[in-house]
C-alpha cells in the first residue's frame, strides 16, 4: 500500500483471524454443546449473546472454517421474517432451486436427502427472527423429533432472545443452552491491536503507547470492533497524510469519526415498535440533556398514531426501555431522594448525536 500499511485486510473488523483471542472457554462450550451432539446425529442448540464487538460473529465464522467435518451453513437474519427461509437455505449452494415454499418437512426431506454430512446450522443477528416466528423457531429446534434431521443449532444476537421468549414459549422449546460474550478488557484488547498491527502494518510505524491509548479508549465498550476500527482509521489517515508514524493525534481524530454505540445491528435487534419509542425519545432529546417517562409517552403516543400503531402500551414503553439499556443504545438515572413520587427515571443518550440517529431510524422506518 505505502509507507504505513502493508496488508490491509487484517484492518477490517470482518477478518477472521487464525486464532482468535480469550473466546477459548466459549468454542469449548460450543464444541461441547453442539458440535459434538451433531457428531453423534443428535440435536442440540445455544442461544449465544453479547454486545457488538465481542467476538460472537468472528467465532462463527472462524468454526465454520475449522468444522470441515461438517456441513456448516451460517446464515445472517437481518430482514428475515421466518425460519422457513433459513431453513430453505441450509443446502447452501448444494442446489440452486429454492424450496422456501414447501413446509418444513419437505424441506427437511431434500436436506437430509443432499446432504450426508453433520449439519451445524449458525443464525446471526436472530433477535427480531426469534421474536417475530416463535412456531418456526420450534419447529427448527425440534426438528429432530418431527422430522428426524438432526443438527447443532447455534442463534447468536446482541440481547439475550430468551429474554424475549414467553414461559409457555419455552416450556414448548424443551432443552436448549445459552452462553454469554463478555466485553473485552483492556489487555484483552491490546492484545488483539497487537495482533493486527503484526498482520497489516509495516514494523515500528505505531508505539506501543498509541496501541494502549487505543485500547483504553475502547474498553468502555468493550468492543473489539471498536478497536479495530479506530487503528484502521488511524493508519488510513496517516498513510493519506503521507507521514511514516500513527500517532495519538490521528487516532483522536479517528475516534471523532466513530460512533460505537449505535450500530446498525443493534437497531436491527429493536421491532418497529421499539424503533418508534427510540425515535420519540431521540425528537424529545434535541434540546433536552435528559427527559422524563411520561414525556417520552407523550411524544411517543403523536409517533404511534402517525405510523398507524394505535396506542402505547405503558408496559411495552418499559420493556422496551429496558431492552434499549441492555444494547447500550440509552442510559437512565434516578432523580431525587428515597422512594416513591419523589423520585423519576430519567433517560438520555449522551454518547450518541440524536439528530444523525433519528435520521437512521426514519430511514429504517422507511
Do not use: W
Amino acid at each position: 500500500m505505502g509507507r504505513i500499511i502493508k496488508v490491509p485486510d487484517p484492518l477490517e473488523s470482518s477478518f477472521v483471524p487464525p486464532q482468535l483471542f480469550n473466546r477459548n472457554e466459549q468454542i469449548d462450550y460450543l464444541m461441547e454443546t453442539v458440535v459434538l451432539p451433531a457428531k453423534s446425529n443428535m440435536s442440540s442448540t445455544v442461544f449465544i449473546n453479547g454486545q457488538s464487538g465481542t467476538g460472537k460473529t468472528a467465532t462463527l465464522k472462524q468454526l465454520k472454517i475449522t468444522l470441515t467435518d461438517f456441513h456448516v451453513s451460517y446464515q445472517n437474519a437481518i430482514g428475515i421474517m421466518n425460519f422457513k427461509t433459513i431453513a430453505s437455505r441450509i443446502l447452501n449452494g448444494n442446489l440452486t432451486q429454492n424450496y422456501e415454499r414447501g413446509g418444513y418437512e419437505s424441506i427437511f426431506r431434500i436436506v437430509s436427502r443432499n446432504i450426508e454430512k453433520p449439519i451445524i446450522l449458525m443464525v446471526d443477528e436472530c433477535l427480531n427472527l426469534v421474536k417475530s416466528d416463535p412456531d418456526g423457531l420450534y419447529q427448527m429446534i425440534r426438528a429432530g423429533e418431527l422430522y428426524n434431521l438432526h443438527m447443532g443449532m447455534i442463534l447468536a444476537s446482541v440481547d439475550n432472545a430468551a429474554l424475549h421468549m414467553a414461559s409457555a414459549e419455552i416450556r414448548r422449546l424443551g432443552l436448549f443452552h445459552e452462553i454469554r460474550f463478555p466485553k473485552y478488557s483492556m489487555e484483552e484488547l491490546y492484545a488483539i491491536l497487537q495482533d493486527r498491527v503484526a498482520r497489516s502494518l509495516f514494523p515500528g510505524v505505531i508505539s506501543d503507547q498509541v496501541l494502549i491509548d487505543i485500547a483504553q479508549t475502547s474498553a468502555s465498550s468493550g468492543s473489539a470492533r471498536m478497536a479495530i476500527e479506530i487503528l484502521q482509521k488511524s493508519a488510513f489517515m496517516a498513510e493519506y497524510k503521507g507521514d511514516r508514524i500513527i500517532n495519538v493525534e490521528y487516532v483522536r481524530s479517528a475516534v471523532s469519526l466513530i460512533n460505537p454505540y449505535i450500530t446498525e445491528s443493534k437497531l436491527m435487534e429493536l421491532d418497529r415498535k421499539e424503533l418508534v419509542i427510540l425515535l420519540s425519545l431521540c425528537q424529545s432529546l434535541e434540546d433536552n440533556s435528559s427527559i422524563t417517562l411520561e414525556t417520552l409517552e407523550e411524544q411517543a403516543k403523536v409517533n404511534f398514531e402517525n405510523y398507524g400503531m394505535g396506542i402505547v402500551d405503558q408496559s411495552f414503553l418499559y420493556r422496551a426501555i429496558r431492552h434499549m439499556e441492555t444494547l447500550d443504545i440509552i442510559s437512565s438515572h434516578k432523580q431525587g431522594q428515597g422512594k416513591g413520587a419523589g423520585v423519576r427515571k430519567l433517560l438520555s443518550m449522551n454518547d450518541t448525536p440524536v439528530g444523525t440517529l433519528r435520521e437512521k431510524i426514519y430511514e429504517i422506518l422507511g
